[in-house]
Structure formats: C-alpha cells, structure tokens
C-alpha cells in the first residue's frame, strides 16, 4: 500500500471505530430527560440569575421537576408564572418571602467628608485601589455605581446625593450589585425586616462622625430601645437580629442621634 495513504487509513478507521462506539454508548446508555423539565423552563424567565440557588434555569427546572425546589423560588417569575408551574408538576406553590438588596451607607456627597478629589475610570472597584475614589470613610459608599451596572433586572438607580437607590418592586435578590460591591455594602434581606443598619465604620463617637455625620457613633440607643434581644452592639455597631430577639419597631431608631439605624418602609434611598 502507498505509504501517503496508511496514515489516512489508519486516521478513518479509527474515526469509524470510535463513533460506532459513541453511538452505541448513546443507544443503550443515555437517559431520557423527563418531558416536564423542558415544558417547565418554557414558564420561566429565562434570565439564568441564579437567584434561586441554581446556576440557571434549567437546572431550577430539573430541580422542580425532582422536587428539590417549589416554584416560588424562583424571585423573577410573577405569580401567573408560577401558580402555571404548580398546575404542571402538581405540587403546592410554595411561599417564598420576597427579598431586596440593601445598603449598609447613608454617607452620600452630602454627608460623607472628601479627602480628594477622584479622578479616573469610573467605577467603585477602580476608585477602591486608588486611595479610595477621595472619601474619607474606608468603609463607604463609593458611588460611581458599579451595581447599578451589575443589575440586569434596572432595578437600581444612583440618586442626586450619590447614593444607589433600590426598587423593591423590580430587585429579584439575585446577588449581582452583593458581587459587585468591592466594600461588601449590599445584603440581601426580607423585605419586611424594617430596621435596617446604614454604617459599617467599626468606629465610635468622634472618630465616627469625623468621617460622615450619618455613621454610627456607637451610642447603643437603638440596643436600649429595641425588644430585649433584637439588637446588641458589636464592633462599635449595631446589630439587628431577628431570630432571636422581640419585633422590631420603629421606636428602636427614633433616638438615633445621626440616622445610622433606620425603620425602612419601601425604597432604601429617593432621588
């Protein structure tokens, strides 16, 4: 045989072969996906967020179908979305409270003192390595608004003051502005937890209003004036826990002297 041709030979065969055995694998040895995991991912939003604890839909949709998951899990899907996906797999519902992205800062342009002036990329996570975008607080808000960059669902708006605005009605608690947050600001929390902390400086008295007059200056009125238990001081901050302590009232930040712990109704911030 023609020595140019062995290797082509040789080369075809061994394609031949191992399809054979590829199709015989797939025949005896593939698993059939049950029919409802596609109908199921026909009825949800397709935005593959990960909200639900799945690294898209159609995994949710696989975990649904198994019963892993209830179909009010999934925080993008609107109640006639998942009363359908209910009615398909026969099963309850589910309750899911809703949850929103919060802030831990209320030290906007107007509160929060500069040290210098930023000038560069605008974005919070290149202002970070650069002294800090020119804020005096470490720990603040940067506010050139890389979560509302990393929010596909628009549900965040910078206000006039510098300070990202959340919409509870379109946030999906979907994580991505906790992601993009280079000083870990955001928190996702049930919409019905009120009391809410806006300062994560770990400083207290002076040192703490040095930097913005609405930071937590480590008083614990708050702690005095909640439910025994609700919330403690720690680290010069308080900390509000609902698992343990009494409810939560309004009363517990109507004593703050500077507006660090506040009773949130609706939208975090207004432009």
């Given at each position: ?22 199709a ?20 949800l939003p ?8 799945q ?6 949709a696989?975990?649904l ?27 309850d ?6 949850r929103?992205a ?26 970070a390595v ?14 050139l ?10 549900a ?8 990202p ?8 608690s ?46 614990g009125?708050?702690a005095a ?26 009363q ?11 009773w ?8």
């Amino acid at each position: 045989m023609n020595s140019y041709l062995v290797a082509p030979a040789i080369t075809t065969g061994l394609g031949l072969f191992f399809a054979v055995i590829l199709a015989v694998a797939y025949r005896f040895l593939r698993v059939e996906e049950d029919t409802r995991v596609e109908a199921a991912l026909d009825l949800l939003p397709g935005s593959n967020c990960g909200a639900c604890g799945q690294p898209g839909c159609h995994a949710f949709a696989e975990k649904l179908v198994l019963g892993e998951r209830s179909p009010s899990q999934c925080t993008v899907a609107g109640n006639d979305a998942i009363d359908a996906l209910a009615e398909l797999l026969d099963v309850d519902p589910g309750a899911q409270e809703k949850r929103v992205a919060r802030l831990h800062c209320a030290g906007g342009k107007g509160q929060a003192y500069q040290i210098a002036e930023y000038r560069g990329f605008e974005s919070c996570s290149a202002a970070a390595v650069v002294s800090g975008g020119g804020k005096g607080c470490p720990w603040g808000c940067l506010g050139l608004g890389d979560c509302r960059s990393a929010c596909t669902f628009d549900a965040i708006t910078m206000n006039g003051n510098g300070l990202p605005c959340v919409d509870p009605a379109k946030c999906t608690s979907c994580g991505d502005c906790v992601d993009a947050c280079p000083r870990d600001l955001f928190e996702l929390v049930p919409l019905s937890q009120h009391l809410f902390v806006q300062c994560k400086t770990p400083l207290a008295g002076d040192l703490a209003l040095g930097l913005c007059t609405t930071a937590c200056d480590a008083c614990g009125r708050c702690a005095a004036d909640a439910a025994p238990g609700l919330i403690r001081m720690e680290d010069n901050l308080p900390v509000v826990d609902y698992t343990r302590g009494g409810p939560a009232r309004p009363q517990a930040a109507q004593r703050c002297p500077t507006g660090a712990i506040r009773w949130l109704a609706g939208a975090q911030f207004k432009d």
